[in-house]
């Protein structure tokens, strides 16, 4: 079931954030996914698996940090995600504007859509 904090950052938004993934590794979920549909943000990634990896990987507790770039990353991690065994979550870091609009125009060569 989706969970969705969307507000600006915030004192109250960060401590309910903290609490949610608490409660989800409570449940059993043992691995967070940070996701992203913004290539620009894979170095950010990488971060946060540094840090929470780091922070929270301690006396055999902690979640286990992992990421994805979508859609690079969709076809190969998707399957798992929606059909895998259920040991992970999500936090979606999403953009309210991008730094640059990419269109790809229609190509009638390409049979593959």
Known sequence: MPL?????ASTGMMSAFVAV???LYN???KSEMFVSYEPCFT???EWLKQ???ES????NKGLFPTS???STDLHSLGQYIQQGERIMFETVVNFKQTRDEIIIE????NVDG
């Open 106 to 109: 229609a190509d009638e060569e």
């Open 68 to 70: 994805a770039i979508f």
């Open 51 to 53: 840090l929470f990896g």
């Open 27 to 29: 449940k059993g979920l």
């Open 56 to 59: 929270e990987g301690k006396e």
């Open 4 to 8: 969705s904090l969307k507000a600006p």
């Open 43 to 45: 170095m950010m990634n």
């Open 21 to 23: 993934r608490n409660a």
